[in-house]
């Protein structure tokens, strides 16, 4: 299996080391590069890439200094592309992003932001997907529409199952909460609410996960309607949980 190493950033947030190849890696939705820049040394891999899914500072910050630093190539959204500071190369839905002997597929699932896009690699059963998919949730809708983020849930379902899921937040156990308020009898859901409240914990991270986890557990992915998926993220909205 391609090694994907996580590196915490600020309170919740994941930047992502796909390590493609041996020694080299692209760096997905740098939040800020100091940890990234650690995190590199420490396992001696060289930058190739930066790959950003949107624009949100959180998942672009460290743009400008990783470059700096080491000279790699900035991917990102191309509907975005003015946000994304160091933008070398813009793509969108149906682009291919080429690292090594993998091939990655742009996948347009703009909703949490207009122009967020997700990064699939078929051959690594890896997906990036940013602020879109979250385990047992979804992204806020902050410039997109419940109709948006039914589109964007649509295309991630159709991926192979096994597909890793790496995200950007570890928002797990708040959304875990949500999730049995609007399932309260779906077995599958509560056993991973238990298995995430002791990894918590632990203070183990919950990310990466797979999408036959989420088929199986989460209400967004599950939803039947976009008026469902819409119900259901106001009120995760206001959730006090
Ligand atoms: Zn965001
Ligand atoms: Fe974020």
Same mark, same amino acid.
Request: with cysteine.
């Given at each position: 299996?391609?090694?994907?190493?996580?590196?915490?950033?600020?309170?919740?947030?994941?930047?992502?080391?796909?390590?493609?190849?041996?020694?080299?890696?692209?760096?997905?939705?740098?939040?800020?590069a100091?940890?990234?820049?650690?995190?590199?040394?420490?396992?001696?891999?060289?930058?190739?890439?930066?790959?950003?899914?949107?624009?949100?500072?959180?998942?672009?910050?460290?743009?400008?200094?990783?470059? %700096?630093?080491? &000279?790699?190539?900035?991917? &990102?959204?191309?509907?975005?592309?003015?946000?994304?500071?160091?933008?070398? !190369?813009?793509?969108?839905?149906?682009?291919?992003v080429?690292?090594?002997?993998?091939?990655?597929?742009?996948?347009?699932?703009?909703?949490?932001?207009? &122009?967020h896009?997700?990064?699939?690699?078929?051959?690594?059963s890896?997906?990036?997907?940013?602020?879109?998919? +979250?385990?047992? &949730?979804?992204? #806020?809708?902050?410039?997109?529409?419940?109709?948006?983020?039914?589109?964007?849930?649509?295309?991630?379902?159709?991926l192979?199952?096994?597909t !890793?899921?790496?995200c950007?937040?570890?928002?797990?156990?708040?959304?875990?909460? +949500?999730?049995?308020?609007?399932?309260?009898?779906?077995?599958?859901?509560?056993? #991973? +609410?238990?298995?995430?409240?002791?990894?918590?914990?632990?203070?183990?991270?919950?990310?990466? +996960?797979?999408?036959?986890? %989420?088929?199986?557990?989460?209400?967004?992915?599950?939803?039947?309607?976009?008026?469902?998926?819409? %119900?259901?993220?106001?009120?995760?909205?206001?959730?006090?949980?």
């Open positions: 299996m391609v090694p994907v190493h996580r590196v915490p950033a600020f309170t919740d947030n994941y930047v992502w080391l796909f390590e493609y190849a041996a020694g080299r890696c692209a760096v997905v939705d740098p939040a800020d100091a940890p990234v820049l650690a995190a590199v040394e420490r396992l001696g891999l060289r930058v190739s890439h930066i790959l950003n899914t949107h624009w949100h500072p959180d998942h672009v910050g460290g743009n400008l200094a990783i470059r %700096e630093a080491t &000279g790699c190539t900035i991917i &990102g959204p191309a509907r975005e592309q003015p946000k994304i500071p160091g933008i070398d !190369r813009a793509v969108d839905e149906g682009d291919t080429t690292l090594g002997e993998h091939r990655g597929n742009v996948l347009f699932v703009g909703a949490h932001t207009a &122009g896009i997700a990064f699939h690699f078929p051959s690594a890896a997906l990036f997907c940013g602020d879109t998919l +979250f385990a047992m &949730g979804c992204g #806020r809708l902050f410039e997109g529409t419940a109709d948006d983020m039914f589109r964007a849930m649509a295309k991630l379902k159709a192979p199952p096994e !890793r899921v790496f950007a937040h570890e928002y797990t156990l708040s959304n875990a909460r +949500f999730a049995v308020t609007v399932e309260p009898d779906n077995a599958a859901l509560h056993a #991973r +609410f238990e298995a995430v409240q002791k990894a918590r914990a632990m203070d183990e991270p919950t990310v990466p +996960f797979t999408l036959a986890e %989420e088929l199986a557990t989460n209400p967004f992915l599950r939803a039947a309607s976009v008026a469902e998926l819409a %119900e259901r993220r106001s009120a995760k909205d206001v959730f006090k949980g």
